[in-house]
C-alpha cells in the first residue's frame, strides 16, 4: 500500500502526542475518583480515539457479548498498539514490562490507569505481581496478559510463560484467549506494525503513522475454565487456541502462506523484543 505523505504522517503523530498528554490530564485529574467502570469506559473511549488518530481500525471477532466477572485475557504480543487494541474492545488492567513505567510521559499515563509492572530477573518481585493479578481478578477487574515473553512480528506464536496463568487458578476466573493480527485495508497481513529488534518507540510511531490504514484484528477463542486445571494445562491450551486462530502450528514452526487472506497469516518470523521475563514454569 502506497505510504502516507510526510504531511499526513507529520499531522497523525502531532495529534496522537495531544491526544497523550490529554490522557494525561485525564488521569491525574478526573480518574482517581471515577468507579471502576467509568473508568473502564474512559480508557476505552481514549484508546478508541488515540487508534482512530493513527488510521488503525479496531475489528474484533466473535467478542463476547457478556464478560464473565473474572476474566483473565491472553494474547499474543505483536505491538505497543496491541494494549490499546484490547483495551478499545476489552478495558481493564494491562500487565506489562517495567521498563514502561520510565517511558517519558507514556510510562506515566499507562502507570496511573493501575497497569501492574513485572520486573525482569526480579524472582520475588514477579510472584509479588503474580498475587496482584489474583487480586484485580477477585475484584471482577479483567486482567490482560501476554505470555509469550517477547514480542513478534505477528507471524507466529512462541511459547507461553505458564507461570503467568497461575493466577486465574488462584481467583477462580476465566481465561479468555484472543489472537491479535494486524493487516492493511486490503486485509493482507502487515509487519507495520511488529515493535521488534532495536526499533524505538518514535521509529514505531512513525512507521504506524505512515500506514494509510491499518486494520488490527481480535480474533475471541472460546473461553477456558481455570477450575480444576494446571497452570500447564490452561496455558497449553490458551496458547493452540491462539495459534489455531492465528492458522499457524501450536510450535510456530509450520507457518502459512505469505500474502494469504484475513485468517491465514505468512511464515514464521523471528521475536526479538522481551516485554515480560523468562520465568520458570
Known sequence: MTPTSFHVRLLRVARASAHVLHGLWIVWTRFPRMTPKQQDRTIERWSRKLLSILSVRVRPHKAPTAWPERT??????????????????????????????????????????????????????????????????????????????????????????AALLQPAIDAAAIVQPVALRYTDAHGEFTLAAAYIDDMSLADSLWRVASMRRMHVELHFADPIDAAGATRRELSAAAHEAIAALLRVSPSGTQPGKPGDREGAPPKAGRPTRNPYPAQAD
Open 72 to 161: 483473565l485475557v491472553v494474547t499474543n504480543h505483536v505491538s505497543w498498539l496491541d494494549i490499546f487494541a484490547l483495551y478499545a474492545v476489552a478495558p481493564g488492567i494491562f500487565v506489562a514490562k517495567a521498563e514502561i513505567a520510565g517511558w517519558p510521559v507514556v510510562g506515566s499515563l499507562v502507570a496511573r490507569v493501575g497497569t501492574l509492572f513485572i520486573e525482569r530477573g526480579r524472582s520475588r518481585h514477579a510472584r509479588h505481581t503474580k498475587e496482584r493479578i489474583a487480586e484485580v481478578l477477585a475484584t471482577g477487574r479483567r486482567v490482560a496478559v501476554c505470555p509469550e515473553g517477547t514480542t513478534s512480528d505477528g507471524r507466529h506464536v512462541k511459547r507461553f510463560h
